[in-house]
């Protein structure tokens, strides 16, 4: 049976302030994130054991709650890349990063119109949830998403290339109740260089999604 494992931050728990403080780093990847880990590897086993009894009507709840937790698990393993102390500003063509700009111009109208939406996907997400830039395969564009919980309202295959973690475990302990704050702030801290690399290889997977029979 395939095991979820929590992957190492790629900086240590300081290298984001003062953004996120340290406090939230060190207890948001190593206590949350590494709950939906367990949860993910939990409920594995107990599909395995429902399977092997028969046990078919406790499936699609188990599948259910896999999904959960499996999906808090890649969003935030995308979230700590997607962040750099030295981040922040707007991708640039100079920075290596065109690609990724004349897309976001051609799918927002501009970075500006972009950043408005997605601030606001973000910011306004009911409860917990999340708001994402992803790529969507079968027209090629960008699109943001208001994510709630861990799973998203969209077309089938979306990937997300860009995530704002909306709960309040994700800022509380810094910003009290002010999320339009965080939101605001996360601008500061955005690693272009991996969206753009997260983008140019779902274009590359984007092909398959409706294959011809």
Known sequence: MAIYTLPELPYDYTALEPVIDPEIVELHHDKHHAAYVKGANDTLEQLEEARDKGSWGSINGLEKNLAFHLSGHILHSIYWHNMSGVGGGEPLAADGVGELSDAIAESFGSFAGFKAQLTKAAATTQGSGWGAL?????????IVEQIYDHQGNV???????????????????QYKNQKVDFIEAMWD?????????????????????????
């Open 134 to 142: 992803a790529h969507e395969p079968v027209s090629g564009r960008l």
């Open 155 to 173: 077309g089938q295959g979306s990937v997300p290339i860009l995530v704002f973690d909306a709960w309040e475990h994700a800022f509380y302990l």
């Open 189 to 213: 801290v955005v690693d272009w260089q991996d969206v753009a690399k997260r983008y140019a290889a779902a274009k590359e997977r984007a092909g398959t999604l409706l294959l011809a029979p």
